[in-house]
T-cell receptor, first 115, second 112 residues
Framework: DADVTQTPRNRITKTGKRIMLECSQT?????MYWYRQDPGLGLRLIYY???????NKGEISDGYSVSRQAQAKFSLSLESAIPNQTALYFC??????????????FGPGTRLTVL | KQEVTQIPAALSVPEGENLVLNCSFT??????LQWFRQDPGKGLTSLLL?????REQTSGRLNASLDKSSGRSTLYIAASQPGDSATYLC???????????FGKGTMLLVSP
């Protein structure tokens, strides 16, 4: 079974709709991240959380919000989706301690299309 | 602001060749650097992580080197195989608890 799972894997929605993307992990890691990937722009960090009570904005947080419901769950919401939020979204985790504790492990991605 | 550049953007080689992928970063004060592989439409798989105090890391046919002072890392793939075809990304971390800054990747195609 995958250590980091994302649901849904694909989603097509309309402008103005509220969308939630979910991420779950069984790795027991404290740290979780949300990225988006766009052709020609690479991966960019949206939000990250170092533990259940910690939420931090990344490079491109406008138009997004997150919720860390538990150590294992981190969800990303688009309150009112717009077409330029069409992208591939990735969740990642890291343990956070020790010399390799911040090695990141990625989920399979969610392909979101906003019409 | 840290910027990470990967050259070339795309590379096509015949099976069996040894090849080098390049990654450069503008701020040499990094904590560590991580190389990933991404298959089309899939997530990222961590390949190697090099701490700033290390010069290289090896895993199977892969060898990653780090020259922090010159702001460069290379990923060496020995005896390439068609299954190595993927996009390879490097990412750097500035300090211990900071987040990663990614390059845009090198798309590798290994032909049989």
């Amino acid at each position: 079974d995958a250590d980091v799972t994302q649901t849904p894997r694909n989603r097509i929605t309309k402008t103005g709709k509220r969308i939630m993307l979910e991420c779950s992990q069984t790795k027991g890691h404290d740290r979780m991240y949300w990225y988006r990937q766009d052709p020609g722009l690479g991966l960019r960090l949206i939000y990250y959380s170092f533990d259940v009570k910690d939420i931090n904005k990344g490079e491109i947080s406008d138009g997004y919000s997150v919720s860390r419901q538990a150590q294992a769950k981190f969800s990303l919401s688009l309150e009112s989706a717009i077409p330029n939020q069409t992208a591939l979204y990735f969740c990642a985790t890291s343990r956070g301690e020790g010399p390799v504790g911040n090695e990141q492990f990625f989920g399979p991605g969610t392909r979101l299309t906003v019409l | 602001k840290q910027e990470v550049t990967q050259i070339p953007a795309a590379l096509s080689v015949p099976e069996g060749e040894n090849l080098v992928l390049n990654c450069s970063f503008t701020d040499s004060a990094i904590y560590n650097l991580q190389w990933f592989r991404q298959d089309p439409g899939k997530g990222l798989t961590s390949l190697l992580l090099i701490q700033s105090s290390q010069r290289e890391q090896t895993s199977g046919r892969l060898n990653a080197s780090l020259d922090k002072s010159s702001g460069r890392s290379t990923l060496y793939i020995a005896a390439s195989q068609p299954g190595d075809s993927a996009t390879y990304l490097c990412a750097v971390r500035r300090v211990r608890y900071s987040t990663l800054t990614f390059g845009k990747g090198t798309m590798l195609l290994v032909s049989p």
